[in-house]
């Protein structure tokens, strides 16, 4: 079992930059991989960015250049620093966890979402 915990939402005017952080319980978290999503109101929930377990990252194309993956397995955590942001970036975002295991199956864990507001 993983719990994770977001931190760092909050609100910041355009142009403005954040840093989100996720902490994972468990101690086999580095084999997880990991990503970051988001959900604006009244649409889905959509991928922003995602992590393997070797250090491979993949964003979306809105926020290619502006947001950077991260993670630091000694401390069981993943980060999302977010530059340049817009105001479309507004949004409940969630860290995930995923882990396929030969013999048992996939693990799948979300956290309980942080809010984003980017807003003058």
């Known amino acids: 079992q993983v719990q994770l915990v977001e931190s760092g939402g909050g609100l910041v005017q355009p142009g403005g930059s954040l840093r989100l952080s996720c902490a994972a319980s468990?101690?086999?978290?580095?084999?997880?991989?990991a990503g970051w999503y988001r959900q604006a109101p009244g649409k889905q929930r959509d991928l922003v960015a995602t992590?393997?377990?070797?250090?491979?990252?993949n964003y979306a194309d809105s926020v290619k250049g502006r947001f950077t993956i991260s993670r630091d397995n000694a401390k069981n955590t993943v980060y999302l620093q977010m530059n340049s942001l817009k105001p479309e970036d507004t949004a409940v975002y969630y860290c995930?966890?995923?882990?396929?295991?030969?013999?048992?199956?996939?693990?799948?864990?979300w956290g309980q979402g942080t809010q984003v507001t980017v807003s003058s």
């Open positions: 995930n966890a995923v882990y396929v295991s030969p013999l048992t199956g996939k693990y799948d864990y």
């Open positions: 468990g101690n086999i978290f580095s084999r997880y991989a």
């Open positions: 992590i393997t377990a070797g250090g491979r990252t």
